[in-house]
């Protein structure tokens, strides 16, 4: 240094004042003065660091040595600023319990002045305005509580739900909107999943004080035309979806509240696609998916005539985006969801959805792998009798067996995959031989089930035995691979989980395919078996094997607990007499 620098020093005399407070409240322990030396250390390390920016930018100009950044280095540059800056205002320390209590009581008191200046001035906002940012910023921070589910009893404790869930109410749609924020702040699944006693404790107390219904009420007063307010709905659902998906019990109570309904009507309105009505697609399907009840309310509802209006528009118009194909998909979700139930079948088959499926198969959009898919629900088991009989009359035969024959294209099939495709198609032709028939009153309707296999030279039998073939390949491929793993890595699977890997693996299509071959051999014409025959020899099968392969699927029926109400006794019954059925197929072949 020297004499002139040294006549020009100014010792720093704007730090002292900071450093003597500093200093003066070191021996205060409050609450209080921890967080004023918080922010003092912050604001010091702030301007610390600016100076230094401020010098390194000074002496890069004055050298001029540094040549122009790229502009990946001038995003990096502004990517590191931004993370410092996010470090910087990072507070370091966790919540613990008087940390909780104190935001709790906060916002308990800055709600209740809000509510007190309303009731005292309601046509004066001026009067009440500032208690209502107060109350705004309260509840930004309350979502520090998401951070510690561990604490959620002490939100309960505190009464503090009542509190949260009485502004869903309120005269500014703007709480409420910070309300639905916050709720689903609190409930996001991976954080519930860090503390199951405090998410337990949270969901009852969400439950038991009708969350469900005040946020429907609270839709009332959303215009999904503003973002935040359509944010807000967003957020609800969500709220939904994450309850539901811990606690999944709770899905009967989400529709008992009305939710269901206003998704009906959600899905029903006229509007341009957005993404609240897909999510609403989302969390209708997820009602349906596991809760028997809300199948048969929606039905009940007189719903499923809505739902096929809405699949209606895709017979013949293709989703403008992929947003638009996943709700497509939801809705054919739901449907086969509700297919599940007898009830729903019925009126399905009055509200022409048979019809409406084959229409969309003939059409060749993307709807057709949903409507397959639909189908296949729609005709399964004794409870799709009648839907079998329809699928004949209304010459579904007409649509099914082309796809049979020839399975589309990649482009054609709307991401559903080879097997996928086949699965269906051979699954809805069994369900057509098991419930045509004579006994059924569908005798009519079988003769020209079993005529297709006649057809141009039997060229239905010689695809069959090609996926006959297929699937045998990939069965023993599955087998040799559990033994494989048996072997060398000791696993010890039960027979449950094998028999459950090889329906994975391909047991499941060609236990339909060997089924439908014993059908057409045993009542088709004399000419179907020989051609059967003829294309074994051809590929070195054998009548052993697809009698096996039968024979397990019968010994896999009817193993149901004895025990149980009188729809799973008559369950027992039929899978019994599907038993007897295979087995004297089995003798006929």
């Not at 930018?57 to 990517?79: C, S, V």
């Not at 007898?342 to 084959?358: I, P, T, V, Y």
Request: with cysteine.
């Amino acid at each position: 240094m020297d004499v002139s620098e040294i006549t020009r020093f100014k010792p720093d005399t704007m730090l002292k004042p900071a450093m003597v407070q500093e200093e003066v409240e070191q021996d205060d322990d409050s609450f209080e003065s921890q967080a004023a030396r918080r922010r003092l250390a912050r604001k010091r390390a702030k301007e610390i660091a600016a100076r230094a920016e401020y010098d390194r930018i000074e002496e890069e100009r004055n050298r001029g040595a540094k040549q122009p950044r790229t502009e990946e280095e001038r995003l990096q540059a502004e990517y590191q600023e931004q993370l410092d800056k996010m470090m910087d205002s990072e507070e370091a320390e966790t919540l613990d319990e008087t940390g909780v209590k104190k935001i709790i009581l906060a916002f308990e008191k800055k709600a209740l002045k809000n509510q007190e200046t309303r009731i005292k001035f309601p046509d004066n906002p001026e009067k009440f305005m500032e208690s209502e940012m107060e109350l705004h910023d309260a509840l930004q921070e309350m979502k520090n509580l998401a951070t510690v589910p561990d604490y959620y009893p002490i939100i309960v404790d505190l009464n503090c739900v009542p509190s949260m869930l009485g502004l869903l109410t309120h005269d500014n749609t703007d709480i409420a909107v910070a309300i639905l924020d916050l709720i689903q702040e609190l409930t996001d699944v991976d954080t519930m999943n860090e503390s199951e006693e405090g998410a337990d404790s949270l969901i009852q107390a969400l439950v038991d004080n009708q969350v469900f219904a005040l946020m429907i009420a609270s839709f009332d007063r959303l215009n999904e035309a503003v973002k935040e307010e359509a944010d807000g709905v967003h957020n609800a659902m969500s709220i939904v979806e994450n309850i539901v998906e811990v606690r999944p019990s709770v899905a009967k109570d989400v529709a008992e509240a009305g939710f269901m309904n206003w998704l009906i009507k959600k899905l029903k309105e006229k509007v341009a696609f957005d993404a609240n009505k897909l999510y609403a697609s989302e969390i209708l399907s997820i009602l349906l998916q596991n809760e028997v009840a809300n199948r048969r309310m929606f039905g009940e509802m007189g719903a499923i005539d809505s739902l096929l209006q809405q699949l209606a528009y895709y017979k013949r118009h293709d989703p403008n985006q992929q947003e638009e194909f996943e709700l497509m998909e939801n809705l054919f979700n739901c449907m086969c969801s509700l297919l599940a139930e007898k009830e729903n079948r019925d009126r399905f088959l009055q509200g022409e959805g048979l019809q409406l499926m084959n229409l969309m198969l003939r059409e060749k959009k993307k709807s057709r792998s949903g409507a397959l898919r639909v189908l296949d629900h729609a005709l399964s088991g004794s409870d799709g009798v009648q839907n079998c009989c329809k699928f004949v009359d209304i010459l579904g035969l007409r649509t099914i067996f082309p796809l049979y024959m020839k399975t589309p294209k990649k482009t054609k099939r709307a991401g559903v995959s080879i097997d996928e495709h086949e699965e269906h198609v051979v699954s809805i032709i069994a369900s057509l031989f098991k419930n045509c028939t004579a006994g059924n009153g569908a005798l009519k309707q079988r003769e020209r089930l079993l005529a297709k296999f006649t057809e141009n030279d039997h060229e239905k039998v010689d695809r069959l035995m090609e996926m006959h073939q297929k699937y045998s390949a990939k069965v023993d491929l599955a087998d040799t691979r559990i033994e494989k793993e048996r072997r060398t890595l000791g696993d010890e699977l039960s027979d449950d989980e094998i028999y459950i890997r090889r329906l994975q693996e391909g047991l499941f299509v060609l236990q339909f395919v060997d089924y439908i071959i014993l059908e057409i051999c045993a009542c088709g014409a004399s000419t179907v078996k020989q051609r059967v025959l003829q294309m074994l020899n051809l590929r070195g099968g054998s009548l052993k094997t697809v009698r096996d392969v039968v024979r397990e699927y019968a010994g896999n029926l009817g193993e149901s607990a004895e025990d149980g109400n009188e729809e799973e006794s008559s369950q027992n019954n039929e899978k019994l007499l599907e038993q007897e059925y295979l087995h004297s197929l089995i003798d006929k072949f």
